[in-house]
T-cell receptor, first 117, second 113 residues
């Protein structure tokens, strides 16, 4: 149980285009999901917290107008990188807070590797 | 959340126990110790967590010192698939898991054949 998927697993796009990444909790409902990014040889950095039915909370230094987050259902959150540029190339990872007995745990998706040319 | 300190890298022979240390000297009374690992180009995987008692599950054991200022994650019989970066994270559970995790640099564990 507690499986989180991401789609796509990798994407290559041209500079200036927008890219949408989906994060789904497959076998549980997640009222809270988190988005992280990881640059090469670095650790994961929290970008934003996504709560179902409300606006996302962004970490300091993360542009909310560039990284649009939508959490419209209890099993799906999306991250849209708008007008992507090469410096946005990174590994984007989502996590979902567990339900029931695993309420305090976070389960991570497999990640999406974004390459902006 | 309290800060943690881990060695940047460790080697361990396949089949032997891997012991990964973590210092968290500023841990407060309501903070738990969590361990995650990240295999190359994958999302992090939860391993185990504990408050003050030693814990064991199918993946690993967690030994927390009596003063809670440090802990050790033990992989009893390491395999090549255990090669990964291991993160020790200290956090409070009072927020109901509402907070994102703060990842340090972790320990890159390399299992040698």
């Amino acid at each position: 149980g507690a499986v989180v998927s991401q789609h796509p697993s990798w994407v290559i796009c041209k500079s200036g285009t927008s890219v949408k990444i989906e994060c789904r909790s497959l076998d549980f409902q997640a009222t809270t999901m988190f988005w992280y990014r990881q640059f090469p040889k670095q650790s994961l950095m929290l970008m934003a917290t996504s709560n179902e039915g409300s606006k996302a909370t962004y970490e300091q230094g993360v542009e909310k107008d560039k990284f649009l987050i939508n959490h419209a259902s209890l099993t799906l959150s999306t991250l849209t990188v708008t007008s992507a540029h090469p410096e946005d190339s990174s590994f984007y990872i989502c996590s979902a807070r567990g339900g029931g007995a695993r309420y305090n745990e976070q389960f991570f998706g497999p990640g999406t590797r974004l390459t902006v040319l | 959340d309290a800060k943690t300190t881990q060695p940047p890298s460790m080697d361990c022979a396949e089949g032997r126990a891997a012991n990964l240390p973590c210092n968290h000297s500023t841990i407060s009374g309501n903070e738990y110790v969590y361990w995650y690992r990240q295999i190359h180009s994958q999302g992090p995987q939860y391993i185990i967590h504990g408050l003050k008692n030693n814990e064991t599950n199918e993946m690993a054991s967690l030994i927390i010192t009596e003063d809670r200022k440090s802990s050790t994650l033990i992989l009893p019989h390491a395999t090549l698939r255990d090669t990964a970066v291991y993160y020790c994270i200290v956090r409070s559970r009072s927020g109901g898991g509402a907070d994102g995790l703060t990842f340090g640099k972790g320990t890159h564990l390399i299992i040698q054949p």
